[in-house]
């Protein structure tokens, strides 16, 4: 199930937008509120149809608050613009062209259009009651409060025997899922020392590979950064791991940056297992399926934001991802047909477009202005300094007391060996050296 293309029509801010999706991953860049999130919650819309033809996966649509809203000039009114729709074509059968769509503010999100989704969901469904080996798709949606807010958590006796479409619970909404993977990881390993000490009894469960599964994803992201073997820990109450210089340590008490990839490698990992057991330790690498991440660089140091790209496909070979991001050390890992720039036109036409330099391999600092569009030179108030002096030297009155005023002030109140003074220095250099 791999998505191709996502058409928006009155959602939110957008009148129309029309985003071509890469096969294996897609980065949305944009400044802040020019629709990055917008792109995901609609993308969550749509496939949540086929999550919700599961026993314990949920549907949802639109919003009371999704309708685009649109006034005439000099007029403080606005009204809210329908049809609100969103299609999306898949690349692969059976599923084709679906969409969902708001007719009124009175009305319901249409599902007649998503038949082929739901159908697809609803077979697989079936084939799995049928107890059919069938490997379904990892579908997940990790927003931006993923590491603060948490979902309720459900009061379950039986979370290892529950369907395995508990891979679906709760899969496409922003919050966290941190404890319910706490709690599958406790009985998990009660389980697997009862699998040890009676093996005859509990033969074939397999419960033993499948932590070990999690636990081999998650190692194999975290142990270059020092950080190994996550599991349940009896004496902490929680999950913990253990650090290369340190003891072990509880999850809750390790850092934002570690604890957001934890959570996030470790959840969509569990799903995967928990979907999937048929595949046992190989299941996060051959599960195939779509996850949606907002903001995948949120609270990582920029050695890392160099690094989750390819950590997350090396870890999910299979699975489709489409993330936004404002770091350019995550875009010097992407190729450019890989990112879509998100803006607006002249007559406020929204538009989503492959950037025109590249981004692979780049520096930082180039792609942060050819790609992102904005100026490497933060706008400190010596900006407009170093300009005025540029503008005079490459006018050749560099030896003017404005200009040698300048050059003092500069290097008293930033870097003297500053690049742009360096370079200011050289073309001084060069013009003397032409007078002579």
């Known amino acids: 199930m791999i998505i191709s293309q996502l058409t928006l029509t009155n959602f939110r801010r957008f009148s129309a937008l029309s985003v071509d999706v890469h096969p294996e991953l897609t980065v949305l860049v944009a400044p802040n509120g020019q629709g990055k999130t917008t792109v995901l919650d609609a993308l969550s819309i749509l496939i949540s149809s086929f999550v919700g033809a599961f026993d314990m996966g949920k549907a949802h649509g639109f919003s009371a608050t ?32 679906q969409s969902r769509e708001l007719t009124g503010p009175k009305n319901r999100t249409t599902s007649r259009d998503v038949a082929e989704l739901v159908q697809h969901g609803k077979q697989m469904m079936a084939q799995v009651r049928r107890l059919e080996p069938v490997t379904l798709p990892a579908i997940a949606y990790y927003g931006t409060s993923r590491l603060w807010k948490q979902h309720k958590l459900l009061e379950r006796n039986k979370v290892l025997s529950a369907s395995r479409s508990m891979g679906y619970e709760d899969c496409l909404t922003s919050a966290s899922s941190y404890l319910q993977l706490q709690v599958w990881m406790k009985s998990a390993t009660l389980a697997a020392l009862q699998e040890q000490q009676m093996p005859e009894t509990y033969a074939g469960q397999a419960i033993g590979a499948q932590i070990k599964a999690i636990q081999s994803t998650v190692e194999g992201v975290l142990k270059p950064l020092g950080w190994s073997h996550l599991h349940y820990s009896f004496s902490h109450d929680e999950l913990a791991m ?44 051959q599960t195939p399926g779509l996850v949606l991440i907002d903001e995948v660089d949120m609270h990582l140091h920029p050695a890392w934001q160099q690094q989750i790209i390819a950590t997350l496909r090396g870890a999910f070979p299979r699975i489709q991802f489409i993330v936004t991001t404002h770091s350019p050390q995550v875009l ?75 050059i003092e002030m500069l290097k008293q109140r930033i870097n003297p060996h500053h690049p742009q003074i360096q370079k200011i220095e050289r073309s001084i250099r060069r013009q003397e050296a032409l007078q002579r």
Request: hydrophobic share 40%.
């Open 66 to 97: 999704d309708a685009r809203y649109s006034s005439q000039t000099q007029s403080p009114e606005s009204e809210e613009q329908y049809p609100v729709r969103i299609e999306v074509d898949f690349q692969i059968p059976p599923v084709r062209a």
């Open 242 to 285: 253990h650090q290369a210089d340190s003891a072990i340590l509880p999850v809750s008490l390790l850092s934002d940056g570690v604890r957001a990839l934890v959570s996030l490698i470790a959840d969509l990992a569990w799903r995967c297992v928990k979907l999937n057991p048929h595949l046992s330790m190989a299941a996060p690498a």
């Open 332 to 406: 010097t890992t992407v190729r450019r047909e890989c990112i879509r720039l998100l803006g607006f036109r002249d007559r406020g036409i929204a538009v989503a477009t492959e950037p025109k330099a590249f981004s692979y391999g780049e520096p930082s600092q180039d792609v942060l202005q050819a790609v992102m569009q904005v100026d490497p030179q933060p706008p400190v108030p010596e900006k407009a300094l170093l300009e005025e002096l540029t503008e005079l030297v490459d006018q050749g009155y560099f030896r003017s007391e404005r200009a040698c005023e300048l």
